[in-house]
């Protein structure tokens, strides 16, 4: 391997190399899925056991105890629970080193010639590469929060680019290798098409110039091939990582592509894997919780929130996995409408998690908000304690703020100056959150959203004093209203509500992210309408002329996955005209 590979700082932490191994590989990747079935049955305790004995000298036992503390510090993320989970990654990454072929310069000199000789590669060594890859895929995330500044980011950087370097040689051992063993290379083979397909699939959801950036490096990502890989994973039963690539899909399909991209997961596809993962694991809080996201995502919010709640309650080991039921159960109910319950969990959060107490504080608020007149004289006070707390609790992460709260600053700022008051504060989070598409799953959950956002616009209409927000606020309904209407299918109505959120550019005092996102809006609604080449030039419009503006990371996210798939759209439509007809 690259001699670079094994100077780097992180390695060098670990300067005792373990103790040899009395364990060979096939008891340690058996005693592997042993631990990984405990743990999707709530065993924690009983995984950890099998692993921890063993995580000084085995590479398998050292990833999973790794990945056992990575999770906890993910859940946590408590200095504590990092700096053990760092710790236990530089160790593994030891180990790993420990395993891996060894090449001198002769050989690696060699490497630049002649393709690598893989049969000369063992059982172990193989294993090892790819262990390795893992370790430092998990490094480098943990890197990232680990301090604040430019030189951590560059250090994830190089591990990242480690990492990458990584899996494509354990491609190439893949494709080249000729394997003896079925079992050696299902376990191999699992844990491969799961580091390659996520990285396409991480890389392929970045904004455009970012991507040239990572492929001017060596970087590259593609949706169809992250997918491919990871499903290639998936039917790869009995293997140790087949799990991981579960994981990897219901991520992806469920969670991420709603949050990142106007586009559809695959719920049927989502349906099959959870039907067989809940008769494998009936009260893994994992797929309890994939389950709960999978009807949320469909519409279906009762039978949404009776999963989350199964999944909060079938384990008390780990509660801070509880704080993402409650984000959940937060806006399954304020999708039905119903404040008072989603204010609870929202309770919940602001009380117990330690991620963004700015953040939780303003959504307790803005969801209180939306109770209006039911509003007891207890909740008018919370809501203005909430407010005046929100901004102390500002932190950074990685050397810099989080959007959302700067956003949630900005609004608590606002409702002291509108006398404490916002338009509909909640409903504003949801679009911003991207969750009007669940709305459009059933049409009684969009009308009720509309009547309450129509109820808003008629009293904007009716105010007799002017303030120097009206047209942020007047902006905002009807973009919220132009929403609803296109999950209604009712586009030349949404359309001409966008037109007005445009025109009111030049009068907006504070909320300047209303229009390049309403410009999206419309480019979506263009879409419906089968009109390609007005969506294209105003997604190019809202990308390269404005800037500035809040949550703008998260609206270039979205419109790179638009442009992309409207790349697609016009290739397919293309493809379909007859030759003839094309001059």
């Known amino acids: 391997m690259d001699s670079a590979d094994t100077e780097d700082d992180f390695q060098d932490a670990c300067e005792i190399q373990p103790m040899p191994c009395s364990m060979d590989i096939d008891t340690a990747m058996e005693e592997a899925r042993s631990a990984v ?27 999973g105890n790794s990945v056992f503390l990575f999770l906890e510090a993910m859940l946590t993320f408590e200095q504590g629970h990092i700096e053990a989970a760092s710790d236990a990654l530089k160790h593994c990454i030891a180990v790993c080193n420990k395993y891996r072929k060894k090449s001198t310069i002769t050989e690696s000199i060699g490497k630049m010639v002649k393709k690598t000789n893989y049969e000369q590669y063992t059982t172990e060594e193989i294993h090892a590469e790819l262990c390795y890859a893992e370790s430092l895929l998990l490094k480098s995330m943990l890197t990232f929060i680990e301090d604040e500044t430019l030189v951590s980011f560059i250090k994830a950087g190089l591990k990242i680019r480690l990492c990458y370097n990584s899996y494509k040689e354990c491609m190439n051992i893949l494709n080249t290798r000729k394997w003896q063993h079925e079992n050696h290379k299902i376990h191999f083979e699992s844990g491969v ?7 396409n699939l991480m890389i392929s959801l970045l904004p455009g110039r970012v991507i040239k950036l990572l492929e001017f490096i060596g970087f590259s ?13 998936y039917k790869l039963h009995n293997s140790i990582r087949q799990i991981l690539c579960v994981m990897a899909l219901l991520c992806y399909h469920l969670i991420v592509i709603h949050v990142f991209s106007h586009f559809e997961g695959d719920l049927d596809f989502c349906d099959e894997i959870l039907k067989h993962q809940l008769q494998l694991y009936p009260d893994g809080v994992w797929f309890l919780f994939f389950k709960g996201r999978l009807e949320f995502m469909k519409g279906n919010i009762d039978e949404s929130i009776s999963w989350y709640t199964r999944s909060w309650k079938s384990q008390s080991v780990w509660p801070q996995f509880h704080h993402l039921c409650f984000w959940e159960l937060t806006w ?16 919940f959060l602001l009380e117990e998690s330690r991620w963004s107490k700015t953040i939780y ?18 909740e008018k006070s919370e809501i203005e304690n909430l407010m005046r707390n929100a901004p102390q609790w500002k932190q950074r992460i990685a050397g810099k703020s989080l959007p959302m709260e700067k956003f949630a600053i900005k609004k608590t700022s606002r409702y002291f100056t509108q006398e404490n008051s916002l338009v509909l504060p909640a409903i504003e989070l949801m679009y911003v959150w991207n969750l009007f598409k669940v709305l459009g799953k059933k049409h009684h959950l969009v009308l009720q959203m509309y009547k309450i956002i ?12 002017r303030t120097d927000y009206d047209a942020d606020n007047r902006a905002l309904v009807l973009l919220l209203k132009a929403a609803c209407l296109r999950q209604m299918r009712s586009p030349l109505q949404a359309e001409e509500c966008l037109q007005t959120v445009l025109s ?11 229009v390049p996102y309403a410009m999206v ?34 609206l270039h996210f979205k419109i790179h996955a638009f442009q992309a798939d409207l790349e697609e759209t016009k290739q397919s439509s293309d493809e379909k005209v007859p030759e003839s007809s094309k001059f």
């Not at 307790?364 to 004289?377: D, F, P, R, S, V």
């Not at 129509?454 to 004093?465: D, G, I, T, Y």
Request: proline share 1%; with cysteine.
């Open 454 to 465: 129509e109820k808003a616009l008629v009293r904007l209409n009716e105010q007799q004093e």
């Open 504 to 514: 009111l550019e030049k009068k907006l005092k504070e909320d300047l992210y209303l």
């Open 221 to 233: 990502g593609s949706r169809h091939v992250g997918l491919k890989e990871l499903e290639l994973g």
């Open 332 to 347: 399954t109910n304020s999708i039905k409408c119903d404040w008072r319950e989603a204010s609870v969990y929202a309770g």
């Open 521 to 554: 809006e419309l480019a979506f609604v263009c879409k419906d309408m089968g009109d390609l080449n007005r969506a294209s030039q105003l997604l190019e419009d809202a990308k390269k002329n404005y800037t500035g503006y809040s949550l703008e990371s998260r």
């Open 193 to 199: 098409r799961m580091g390659i397909g996520a990285f």
């Open 37 to 63: 079935h405990y743990f999707f049955n709530n065993k924690f305790e009983e995984a950890r056991e099998i692993l921890k004995p063993w995580a000084e000298t085995s590479m398998y036992h050292a990833v």
């Open 361 to 378: 504080s303003y959504q307790k608020a803005a969801i209180l908000i939306m109770l209006g007149e039911n509003m007891t004289a207890e």
